[in-house]
T-cell receptor, first 115, second 111 residues
Framework: DAKTTQPPSMDCAEGRAANLPCNHS???????VYWYRQIHSQGPQYIIH???NNETNEMASLIITEDRKSSTLILPHATLRDTAVYYC????????????????FGSGTQLTVLP | SQTIHQWPATLVQPVGSPLSLECTVE??????LYWYRQAAGRGLQLLFY??????ISSEVPQNLSASRPQDRQFILSSKKLLLSDSGFYLC??????????FGEGSWLTVV
């Protein structure tokens, strides 16, 4: 699986958009970009994923660059409850012999939403 | 809908004592199951994964073992705990190539 690079920490004012960047310059054509977040002392929570098109759901939007070497997770109106560590992960899609062991988590970005 | 539960949520065990963490998934069949560990201030480390009953793959050499006695049950065990086994243990499920979902986690402190 391709490696990702994220800033270790970011701050965001409550009510403003939080834009979390991720670099994945070695991503392969069959690898998805996944985002999870982990609030302190809880299990990681799935947020969103995408392959090449931008995606949006009730939690966030995912913007993937055309060359797929980087992406941005956008929380449109950050709240205090969005304070968490956000993980960007790339993983192989589809069925393959090694794909069951997917999801390599790095250090993530600690997002702190400030009142 | 699918749910995943793991227990106990918190555990304090002396060095050399055994360990058993249990995880069950509801609302699905034949999922892949995973055990991860997260040491304080660090990312998640995959310990074991299973693609079916009795099929266990270990990712790192360690003092722990895993078993899958039933389709939706995954157990993490140790015969003798070490101080270095302390951490946050997470069970997860998913299907190959699809999203993986995590349980609430179990805090283990070995004293």
């Amino acid at each position: 699986d391709a490696k990702t690079t994220q800033p270790p920490s970011m701050d965001c004012a409550e009510g403003r958009a939080a834009n979390l960047p991720c670099n994945h310059s070695t991503i392969s054509g069959n690898e998805y970009v996944y985002w999870y977040r982990q609030i302190h002392s809880q299990g990681p929570q799935y947020i969103i994923h995408g392959l090449k098109n931008n995606e949006t759901n009730e939690m966030a939007s995912l913007i993937i660059t055309e060359d797929r070497k980087s992406s941005t997770l956008i929380l449109p109106h950050a709240t205090l409850r969005d304070t968490a560590v956000y993980y960007c992960i790339v993983r192989v899609a589809g069925v393959s012999s090694g794909s069951a062991r997917q999801l390599t988590f790095g250090s993530g970005t600690q997002l702190t939403v400030l009142p | 809908s699918q749910t995943i539960h793991q227990w106990p949520a918190t555990l304090v065990q002396p060095v050399g004592s055994p360990l058993s963490l249990e995880c069950t998934v509801e609302g699905t069949s034949n999922p892949n199951l995973y055990w991860y560990r997260q040491a304080a201030g660090r990312g998640l480390q995959l310990l074991f994964y299973s693609v079916g009953i009795g099929q266990i793959s270990s990712e790192v050499p360690q003092n722990l073992s895993a078993s899958r006695p039933q389709d939706r049950q995954f157990i993490l065990s140790s015969k003798k705990l070490l101080l270095s086994d302390s951490g946050f243990y997470l069970c997860a499920w998913g299907f190959t190539g699809n999203t993986i979902y995590f349980g609430e986690g179990s805090w283990l402190t070995v004293v």
